[in-house]
């Protein structure tokens, strides 16, 4: 019984261990929807943006917040020393 009490106690904690951290989305486009304070910023073109908007009313944005990825610089393949 003691054992099947700390295994139920251990395993959210050991499943909170192996979880990765949680990427945040980074997508340039925002729907702003008709109603008031409704968006959802994960949208990488206008086309999908406006798509998502179809028969909902609303407006698609850049999103304030994107950051594009930067590429880190190539390496340089110049060997000679």
Do not use: V
Not at 2 to 30: D, E, K, V
């Amino acid at each position: 019984m003691r054992s099947l009490l700390a295994t139920m106690a251990t395993a959210p904690l050991l499943i909170m261990l192996q979880t990765g951290h949680a990427a945040a989305q980074n997508y340039p486009w925002c729907a702003e929807y008709a109603l008031q304070g409704s968006s959802n910023c994960g949208f990488a073109t206008p086309q999908q943006c406006f798509a998502a908007l179809s028969g909902n009313g609303g407006y698609c944005i850049l999103n304030p917040m994107y950051r594009p990825e930067i590429a880190p610089p190539p390496l340089s393949r110049n060997l000679r020393h």
